[in-house]
């Protein structure tokens, strides 16, 4: 148990100094998409077992952005497994005067569509190069922040492949390339058709997601494409 205690105390003790970078790292990403100040933080759930190893490691640590987690303590005798001594929670507080709770617990959708592409923007920094698939990640999120979400999905895509199911016209006005996925019926079977939109077939399709092909719309779809390319000039849809 000596050598089984002293891997899972070296391995919590790692996980507790990657938290405070990775908080801090999410707190600036959760900043970008308009969710400053929600108060993340990590917390560290230790079980008891009185046949675990003896780890010097308290019964529950909370570490937060720029704060170094406490030294090790008395040891006392925890549960392990093949994932180690910990269980992990993310903590959040989006509302000014309330204390922290877990992500799951306080989060609408919306909020918890951008934490997640917020994780997964901050994790793929550091990774290699790879295809990114989110299916609705804008899910409970629309206007202002949709284009949040779009710019932080232009920024993941310069170093991945990024494939994004969405609804949203903000969000799809900032893809390299649009696809539109119908499904079509003739009565006796049904099948889905995935045609590629570019030029001002592109434009009448957002123009579509935002409630109509009228010309206001047409106009506003013209100007999410515009804002959404002006992020980066290198960067010009198909066909436009």
Not at 97 to 106: H, N
Not at 170 to 183: D, T
Request: contains cysteine; aromatic residues 4%.
């Amino acid at each position: 148990l000596a050598t089984l205690a002293d891997s899972a105390t070296r391995l919590s003790l790692a996980r507790r100094e990657a938290a405070v970078t990775l908080v801090q790292k999410l707190d600036g990403e959760l900043q970008r998409l308009g969710m400053g100040g929600a108060g993340l933080a990590v917390g560290f759930v230790c079980d008891d077992d009185a046949e675990g190893p003896a780890v010097p490691l308290p019964d529950y640590e909370l570490v937060t952005a720029g704060v170094a987690p406490g030294e090790a303590g008395e040891p006392y005798a925890r549960a392990v497994s093949e994932a180690g001594v910990d269980r992990v929670e993310f903590l959040a507080s989006f509302n000014q005067g309330e204390a922290r709770r877990p992500l799951a617990a306080v989060s609408s959708g919306g909020e918890t569509s951008r934490f997640l592409l917020a994780l997964t923007t901050v994790l793929g920094a550091s990774a290699e190069p790879r295809i990114v698939v989110l299916d609705e990640v804008d899910e409970g999120v629309g206007g202002r922040a949709g284009a949040l979400v779009g710019e932080a999905l232009s920024r993941l895509a310069e170093r991945h492949q990024v494939l994004c199911v969405t609804h949203l016209p903000q969000v799809a006005a900032f893809g390299a390339r649009h696809f539109v996925v119908r499904k079509l019926s003739d009565g006796s079977r049904t099948w889905s058709e995935v045609r590629e939109v570019t030029g001002e077939d592109r434009v009448i399709e957002l123009a579509s997601m935002l409630g109509g092909v009228g010309e206001a719309n047409l106009g506003a779809a013209r100007e999410l494409i515009a804002a959404a390319f002006a992020e980066d000039g290198a960067r010009l849809p198909a066909g436009g």
